[in-house]
């Protein structure tokens, strides 16, 4: 079974300063991994995803995540925040072989300070 | 522009009584999915449409029940809402499901009060 655990469920930074948010997957095969963003009020959005290509994945907003299977992680990185990246962020795992279920972490809050 | 879109946006209902929530999309996507969302936690999937294809999570309640008339529109049902069921609902759709569709498209989500 895939799960995702994310490491702190809240997350501040100064503005301009970098911006990481840790997922770490459980999977029995190489997974599909995916980062999402959710602001107030809105459904999620995806930022970008992981899928056995290039291990460092560059997403929208300047949000890039690095695919390291020694690890098991797939962490969100920005080189500097902005107040506008305050939102809730999930990470999410899918098995390609068995259909696509997508199962989602339980959400970092990123709050911004300027 | 093409979208998949969630009404109402604010729901209020009472204990026990039905209510229907409803979504549709302009993607022509093959799949539809529910998901429910709970304060500060993982959007968590209830069941989703494979075209007619129903299927359901194993540990979605049976109070829930999703419809799925045509491509463009799909329902859920409460039949009998508890104080518990209060929640973000949110519909994704994605192209197809295996390695070449991956990608889900959400709503804006329908707040669920349950009174």
């Known amino acids: 079974a895939q799960s995702v655990t994310q490491l702190g469920s809240h997350v501040s930074v100064s503005e301009g300063a970098l911006v990481l948010l840790r997922c770490n997957y459980s999977s029995s095969v190489p997974p599909y991994l995916f980062w999402y963003v959710q602001y107030p009020n809105q459904g999620l959005q995806l930022l970008l995803k992981?899928?056995?290509?290039?291990?460092l994945v560059k997403g929208i907003n300047g949000f890039e995540a690095e695919f390291k299977k020694s690890e098991t992680s797939f962490h969100l990185t920005k080189p500097s925040a902005h107040m506008s990246d305050a939102a809730e962020y999930f990470c999410a795992v899918s098995d390609p072989n068995t259909g696509n279920q997508f199962y989602f972490g339980t959400g970092t809050s990123l709050t911004v300070i300027p | 522009d093409a979208m998949v879109i969630q009404n109402p946006r604010y729901q209020v209902t009472q204990f026990g009584k039905p209510v229907t929530l409803s979504c549709s999309q302009t993607l022509n996507h093959n799949v539809m999915y529910w998901y429910q969302q709970k304060s500060s936690q993982a959007p968590k999937l209830l069941f989703h449409y494979y075209d007619k294809d129903f299927n359901n999570e194993a540990d979605t309640p049976d109070n829930f029940q999703s419809r799925r008339p045509n491509t463009s529109f799909c329902f859920l049902d409460i039949r009998s809402p508890g104080l518990g069921d209060a929640a973000m609902y949110l519909c994704?759709?994605?192209?197809?499901?295996?390695?070449?569709?991956?990608?889900?498209?959400f709503g804006s989500g329908t707040q669920l009060s349950v009174l």
């Open positions: 994704a759709t994605s192209r197809g499901q295996g390695p070449r569709w991956e990608k889900l498209f």
């Open positions: 992981y899928t056995s290509a290039a291990t």
